[in-house]
């Protein structure tokens, strides 16, 4: 054994990158937990930003902030800041705008953890709310109180019965009351819908879904101006939710192939939306805006003239026992409690996403025991729909 080599200390010093070589072809991950200083004048200079520098990976590292400025660019924000998860970003969306004494108005389909949000972490912190239908101006005017609303928190597409809120509408009132308008835009991502284009103040991503695309991320982001994405960094950093750099990384791959997904994920929505609509007496109401069925089908179009994505959903003509042989009459389509992902999947929304909401709300929302949500993948239309069929054919055989 050749002593003079320390092995202990060659382990921890050999082979450390000093200077990149010339610019890779792909963003290069950084896994590290801190950088390093070359002496305390650097030290200085970047902790005070008069230098451009890396401090200790929850400020933020180079793969979190390409990842985020690619989101601002594809949603012409001025600035963007990447989260542990979707959850991390709305909750710094929430409160770094809404102290106690504030109200918000939240879209009533909102997703089951921000409704958890409104629900049980508002009110300790003095903070009141109102549930309003987002798609009715009216109801949008009745609950937002000039001074005291601080928020209006809507979501592009409404999970799961993909309802288009009346945005344009919702900023203007919020504007004139002294509110901001936060949207929730996971279910339609940049490639499809731009909120900030009409007037929204800040934009916020569940990763998990679409950017990152392929089910193995769990991340979120917020986009908006320089000012508000600024608190968010601070609020995100302060309580430990700044996204790691590998989720980082994963999702700045995802996204440069979210154009493509995006459009075949809508297009093989629209092909199962069709099909579906097609199957009564199994089937009994499909959502989707495509189907001239829907109330947003004309705001859809002006809206989203790109597609609405990949999500549908669908009620089956005998509640729970038919939900549960379709499921089980599936061959390529499983059932997995998250979406976006280049697979096609299914998920109950009783027992997933809306679980915590009590039934009598559920059941008032539309969200029923008869309803399965669909997370249209990637593949070809035709082996959807020929598991889609073989899902209702197994809810035939049964009775
Ligand atoms: N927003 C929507 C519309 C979602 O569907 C979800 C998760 O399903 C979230 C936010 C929360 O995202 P995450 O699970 O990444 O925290």
Same mark, same amino acid.
């Given at each position: 054994m050749d002593d003079s080599r320390r092995i202990d200390t060659l382990a921890v @010093?050999?082979?450390?990158?000093t200077a990149p070589c010339n610019a890779p072809v792909s963003p290069p991950l950084y896994q590290a937990s801190a950088y390093v200083f070359e002496d305390l004048d650097d030290v200085e200079a970047i902790y005070g930003g008069t230098k451009p520098g890396k401090i200790y990976w929850r400020y933020g590292g180079p793969n979190g902030e390409a990842f985020a400025r690619a989101v601002a660019e594809l949603e012409g924000a001025e600035d963007g800041v990447g989260a542990a998860s979707g959850m991390a970003a709305i909750c710094a969306a929430f409160f770094t705008n809404l102290k106690a004494g504030d109200h918000a108005v939240v879209?009533? &389909?909102?997703y089951g953890g921000t409704h958890a949000i409104v629900t049980k972490d508002f009110p300790g912190r003095g903070i009141e709310s109102t549930f309003v239908d987002a798609c009715d101006p009216q109801a949008l005017r009745a609950a937002i109180s000039p001074g005291r609303t601080k928020v209006v928190y809507l979501e592009a597409l409404t999970n799961p019965l993909m309802r288009i809120p009346a945005l344009e509408q919702a900023v203007s009132l919020a504007h004139e009351a002294g509110a901001l308008v936060v949207v929730d835009a996971t279910f339609a991502s940049p490639a499809l819908f731009h909120a900030l284009d009409h007037g929204a103040d800040l934009v916020v991503h569940?990763?998990?879904?679409? #950017?990152?695309?392929?089910? &193995?991320v769990g991340a979120g982001v917020l986009v908006g101006s320089r000012v508000l994405i600024d608190a968010a960094r601070t609020y995100l950093v302060r309580t430990g939710a700044t996204i790691p750099h590998f989720e980082a990384w994963l999702a700045h791959r995802g996204l440069r192939t979210l154009a493509l997904r995006m459009e075949r994920h809508s297009r093989n929505a629209e092909a199962a939306a069709a099909f579906l609509a097609g199957a009564a007496p199994a089937v009994t109401r499909v959502h989707h %805006? !495509? #189907? %001239?069925? @829907? %109330?947003q089908h004309e705001a859809a179009a002006r809206l989203f003239p790109r597609g609405c994505g990949g999500m549908l959903s669908f009620e089956l003509s005998d509640g729970r026992a038919a939900v549960d042989a379709f499921i089980k009459g599936l061959r390529m389509i499983e059932v997995v409690h !998250? #979406?976006?992902?280049?697979g096609t999947t299914v998920s109950y929304s009783v027992a997933s996403s809306h679980r915590g909401i009590p039934a009598a709300e559920r059941d008032a929302l539309g969200v029923t025991e008869s309803l399965l949500r669909l997370s249209c993948g990637i593949e070809c239309s035709d082996d959807i729909i020929d598991d889609l069929r073989r899902g209702l054919a197994a809810v035939q055989e049964r009775g």
């Open positions: @010093h050999a082979g450390a990158m879209t009533r &389909d909102v569940s990763v998990t879904k679409y #950017l990152g695309g392929h089910g &193995d %805006p !495509s #189907l %001239p069925s @829907h %109330p !998250s #979406l976006g992902e280049v």
